[in-house]
Structures are given as C-alpha cells and as structure tokens.
C-alpha cells in the first residue's frame, strides 16, 4: 500500500465551480490545495473535467467522495469504483477520502450519510470492505467521522473507539471533521475532548473545518455558515493533539465570494501556530 504524504499539505479549500476562474487567475497560488468532490468529476469529459485538470496543474489535489457506502451490506458499486479507480488515474490525487456510514440499502440511495451501530460485528464487515476498496484503487483510504443525530441502541463501544479500530485494523487514515465531532458531541451528550484523545495520532491524515446550524434542542451539519467559535476551539485542541496535518474549509452551500473563505482559512493558519508554541512550551 502506498504511503501517505510525509508533511502536511497545509491549507485549503473545497473546489467549487463559483471559484474555478478565481483559483486559476487573481487569486491563483492563495491555498495551498484543493479537495475535489469526486462525483462530480466522474464523466470522461466536459466542463467541471476540464477545470479539475486546470487545477491540477496548479494545486496538489484530492478526491473526496459521498457514495462509498462503506458500511452498507449491499455489495460494494464495482461500476462506481472502476469510475472512481479511472478519475483517480487521471487526476493522480494526493489521497481519495470517503465517509465512515451508509448510503443506502437493497440498491435504494437515501441520499445521506447514515450512522452505524458500533458493533465488533459491523467492524469487521466495514474493515473487509475497506481492504477491497484499497485493493482496487491501489492506494490506502482516508475516512471522515460523520455528523450524527441518532444512535444505535445494540452500540457496545463508543464513536472513537470504534474508528480507532477500524483505523488499525484496516491499516486506512482518518479524515478528523471537526465540526462533525463537535455537531455529535452537542446531540448525543459527549465530551468532544474525550473524542480527539480517543484517536491514534498517527492515523489522522486531514481536518474538515465547516459550520453549522443551531436548531436549538440539536446542531445540524449544513456547511452553509461559516465556522462556529466553538469549533475552531476543539481545533486549536485537535491542532494540538495531531499536529498541523492538511486542513481546509468545507463549504456547499450560501458559497460567499473567494476571499471571505480565505479570512477564515487564514484564521485557521493562525491558530494552528498558535497551538504548535503552546504544545511546544508546554
């Protein structure tokens, strides 16, 4: 298998068509890399192909996918993956990331990303989907922690122990979403804390900065808003636990102009120096 990035990629943001022409002409050279979503980039040609090439030549990129369905019991999308194996191919990304849920089930897509009990049974199904997925793409997988608003009642660990162990059982990395662990921690009654320290280290590969909505009785992860007070907190903690692994801003919906974005990525360098001195004058 592969190994990942040896340093950090830095800082950067989700690509989105609103700032293709931006990226690659006034503000060219202002982050560091971009996250592609890889659906839409799954067609042999046409305009947001032709961009994601553009941007190639000029930003280290990733794949970031929605339909994985890792932990579905429907049979792994072989057309799917052979799509993503060939965009992968082409684009060479940096790494391919996908969600730790489920999709959909009996070839129905629910068109969200759906929460598992965490079970040593449902460990074991996810870890041997896992090793076929990286069979086939020919390259570790990196997957992100989900938002979540429910839990199963035959759970018999917590969220971050079972990561841990698909992490380690898998031999995968972790794309941390902090504004993921913050939004469940605030609907299920966790310490945010207890979450970051229950991850190995050495396995987170990438943070999700994003924000959310407050519903009152519960948080919903909407990436329409920009990053909450209390997330960046937990990410000056997490900075501070897995070091300046490669971070971007999430955002998919209320897209302000370029540079608004890069006010808050800029806030995100800023704290992550802030976290290496404290961490290192501690």
Known sequence: MPKSPATSLGFGLGVRPVHYEALLGERKGSVSWLEALTENYLLPGG???HYLERLRAEYPIVLHGVSLSIGSTDPLNESYLREVKALADRIE??????HLCWTGVDGVNLHDLMPLPFTETALRHVVSRIAAVQ????QRLVLENVSSYVSFSSSDMTEWEFLREIAERADCKLLLDVNNVYVSSVNHGFDPMTYLRGLPVERVQQFHLAGHRNMGDYLIDTHDEPVCEAVWQLFHAAVERFGPVATMIERDDNIPELDELLTELERARNITQAAQMSKSAA
């Open 47 to 49: 305009r947001p192909l």
């Open 93 to 98: 990304p940096t790494w391919v990331s996908d």
């Open 135 to 138: 069979e086939r793409l020919g």
